[in-house]
């Protein structure tokens, strides 16, 4: 059977931008865009250049992308012609192949927010898109408020269509703006619009999920012939987020109807990444990962109650509707069960680690993540410290140095010049075998600007480390996570510090205090141990 | 037009306790119990007495509800009557008017899983229900794996629903345990299920949100005929979590077809509640509340968007599927880089600060916001320090004080008896008016804990203020918030602080720095200026 073609678009970067507390540099728009572009999005929304500096400095520079890269913007103002509308003028300027233009389709839109007549707002739809086509760029039409304008007065909203369509659209996309549109209804309607005359295969969908629906809305609206969906990543977005295209990838892909009938652009290799790509967004972003994510979630595939477990461990097919694996998540029976020993020893095993069945020390292990946890700590971002700990319980931990003291000042003042510097230093004494060693040193980068006092810390504790030197040489610091745990008198820091070697590895660790340069400490020197566990290194 | 009615059952005590990560203590379940009994549900699942210790113990004082107390477990197991199935009589233990079993409907897992036959099943399922209704219990029957197991058997399927409705069962509930069944089917297959001769008015639905989908199967359920949805607040749940009340009401209650065909137990007033409500769990969980969710998220009526801010000043409908004080929550227009001049004025205005129309100083004030979240600030939390760049590029800033210079130290070391202990110092030259002051301050709490440099920057900070001082001692620090923002070369770090004083205000300052003492010292600065502005300070 023939598969149609349905084509995603991503809006991460422009509808994504305007989540709260979101703020993308361009540096990290281009990142996003290069994990769009591998994942297999059709079109990439940047943003609108010209309203936003940040955006207009990503377009200036945006990567070449097979995906088509799009700018976005809204169609001109009453009483000037689209070759005299400057913000229109600004959204081209970007040159971007294809731009995707915002216009009212809700009577009471363009009365109220334009203050135009219903023949403006069709003039200035037509005419906005002409000249996208006339400038040789792929003309698409966001229809704002579409599902609200349709049940308001249903001829006029596809005329707006029409409109754009004729003037050379290649796509129609019915926006449910407000979010407040439920699944049924738009189903309803876009088969409604498709009875009108509008195309399926030249007309979109876009969902916002105020009201939980907006997944649903959008496979309502493919189930009734729309062959394009608008999301982001991770469902961001406005208010309440956009239609989540991490969600909705893997059911297109692998559920049906969807898998059998309907073809995208993303490979079975892209789905395969899908979870590293949504963990890597929250990163970015510094925004704790959703763990009760569809797919991608830590806890998508995470089985704690004791009946789902143990069946889980006899037959997955009992208790997960994919395998974790397509999507390039995991299972996870998290450590607080009675089913966690055999899988704790599965874990250990992949380290490296060999433990007998009934090894008492598992239940040991097992009491003292729980424990650990309830201190703040978390084992799920911060393996290498997991692996630690077991090693610890199971005595076979090795000691290699003692930090016997630090001391980190961070100062600020004026320099002989009488410019406000600030200067982090730090000074730490590392007991190995017999010797004693103390090291100082300051934290600055090529521009003489101070990096602060973790990094004071770590380059003290890397400088001198006798005999261990060598492997410390190639080890770098490749991230650093702070969150603040619990609150008021319960609130302490949990540091998570991510490191990177000259052999590949990465391995994560993570330090518990409310003093934040203390859980520094505390990760920094549990990256050394395990890099010398790792190398293989005999305690001096 | 008559409505028909509409049951919640809610599960939070029970399936949301299989959230990974959640605990609940016997105390916290019935503070919960008694919100969910306020709110208005029909049926509390506290838990599985016998099987969770917990459980057992928060039955045995369970509060007294409107809400029908319902206790959670298994239908019998083969090879053994109902009245002498311990675990059953566990259950029975705990009391309760209503008590829910699940049960295996679907072949695969009655041969995997139970390793009995089909008939013995039945068997199951008609004897424990009968033994609940002997015993004077509500009884109701929990499907599990229903869709599933439909799809390979469906007679089979329904079959176990006829026989617990003929044991006596008063509802019989389509669970879609594994999470993967799509809205469609599951519309689809409950209504064959009602044709085969299941009322609706007895026919429960279960989902689960592994597909992004559960409250839009909850809704297909219901217009298939189901009347009974069971979920829990705020979406908890094992994986990916249940259908979410705090979602799925303010629908069933604002929306159409629902508001006009089904009335459910909830008013008006515990609508109005049901942010605070969800708000209150994720505190009791100390879990950090979801922003996005629908209705009650922080941001869900959060206008980010300069085109969607402007309008909504105008008209609150033009933005919003429905009136945000009806859920308890409020609207918010963000402080951002996309906000325009008339929304600019809006909130200045609300901080008492007046500005005309055609100032210039608004167009300055929009830049140098743009331009500082270019550098890493977000003026989104940090309300506090919006208000000060304002009033800076204004020409209203007063000048309080400078602080000349600081030194924080931060130092790890073994006291006299060898414990290892952590101190942190500040020392702060500060000069206000003529006069230069120098303060000291260490950081440790009641217990001697060391809290660390930011703390002991503040406390140094407030120590000692000279005329201000006054003011300084009734603020307190109540939230930090750090972030990491972009990366390698340009990773900065942004730190919030939250501050509270004896008059119930509470403010929110941003620093920017890659020194991450140094930005929490900015944003200390700037809650220390803010408070006195709004006390009306005069500078010395």
């Not at 970067?13 to 540099?25: A, E, H, N, P």
């Not at 698409?140 to 005329?159: C, K, Q, S």
């Not at 979109?204 to 062959?227: E, K, P, S, Y």
């Not at 961001?236 to 059911?251: D, H, Y």
Request: with cysteine; proline share 4%.
């Amino acid at each position: 059977m023939t598969r149609q073609r349905l084509y995603l678009y991503d809006t991460t970067l422009r509808d994504g931008q305007q989540t709260q507390g979101v703020q993308f540099s361009a540096a990290e728009k281009t990142e996003i865009a290069l994990m769009l572009d591998a994942l297999g999005v059709d079109h990439i929304e940047g943003g609108w250049p010209g309203a936003n500096p940040t955006d207009s400095e990503f377009f200036a520079a945006a990567p070449a992308t097979r995906a088509t890269m799009t700018a976005f913007g809204m169609t001109k103002r009453a009483g000037r012609s689209a070759e005299n509308d400057e913000v229109l003028a600004g959204v081209l300027n970007a040159g971007t192949p294809a731009v995707c233009l915002v216009g009212k389709t809700h009577p009471f839109h363009v009365h109220e927010a334009l203050g135009i007549s219903l023949e403006e707002n069709l003039d200035n739809i037509r005419a906005s898109v002409a000249h996208l086509v006339a400038e040789g760029r792929e003309a698409l039409f966001d229809a704002e408020h579409f599902f609200d304008g349709y049940a308001e007065n249903p001829d006029y909203a596809v005329l707006c269509l029409k409109t754009a369509l004729e003037a050379g659209a290649t796509w129609v996309i019915l926006c449910d703006t407000n979010g407040g549109t439920l699944p049924a209804e738009v189903g309803r309607v876009t088969r409604a619009v498709i009875v009108a005359g509008i195309p399926g295969a030249r007309l979109g969908i876009h969902t916002h999920d105020d009201t939980g629906n907006a997944v649903a809305c959008a496979l309502a609206a493919i189930d009734a012939g729309a062959r394009q969906i608008q999301g982001t990543l991770n469902g961001l977005g406005e208010r309440c987020g956009n239609a989540s295209l991490t969600t909705l990838i893997p059911t297109l892909m692998l559920k049906e109807p969807y898998r059998s009938t309907l073809e995208i652009g993303v490979t079975a290799q892209g789905l395969s990444q899908i979870t590293r790509i949504s963990r890597r967004l929250d990163e970015i972003l510094n925004r704790p990962p959703l763990r009760a994510a569809p797919y991608a979630g830590s806890s998508a595939f995470a089985h704690k109650a004791g009946l789902h477990a143990s069946a889980i461990l006899k037959n997955p097919a009992t208790y997960e509707h994919v395998d974790p694996a397509l999507v390039g998540n995991q299972r996870i029976i998290p450590m607080s069960n009675q089913a966690g020993q055999s899988n704790l020893r599965a874990r250990l095993a992949e380290a490296g680690i060999e433990v007998c069945r009934d090894d008492p020390a598992l239940a040991r292990i097992l009491d003292l993540v729980k424990l650990r946890e309830d201190q703040g700590y978390a084992y799920d971002g911060a393996q290498a410290s997991f692996e630690l700990l077991a090693l610890g319980e199971l005595g076979r931990m090795q000691h290699f140095f003692d930090v016997e003291r630090y001391r980190v000042t961070v100062e600020r003042r004026k320099n002989a010049i009488g410019r406000r510097i600030s200067v982090s230093e730090a000074v730490v004494v590392v007991r190995i075998g017999g010797e004693r060693m103390l090291s100082v040193s300051e934290s600055v980068d090529e521009q003489g600007e101070d990096l602060g006092p973790v990094n004071a810390l770590w380059r003290a504790l890397a400088k001198d480390l006798g005999p261990y030197q060598a492997n410390i040489s190639d080890m770098h610091l490749v991230d650093f996570r702070v969150r603040i745990t619990g609150s008021g008198v319960d609130a302490t820091t949990r540091v998570i510090i991510e490191s990177a070697d000259g052999q590949g590895r990465r391995w994560a660790t993570v330090g518990v205090s409310p003093n934040i340069v203390d859980a520094s400490f505390e990760a920094l020197v549990e990256a050394i141990r395990w890099k010398l566990i790792r190398d293989g290194v005999k305690p001096a």
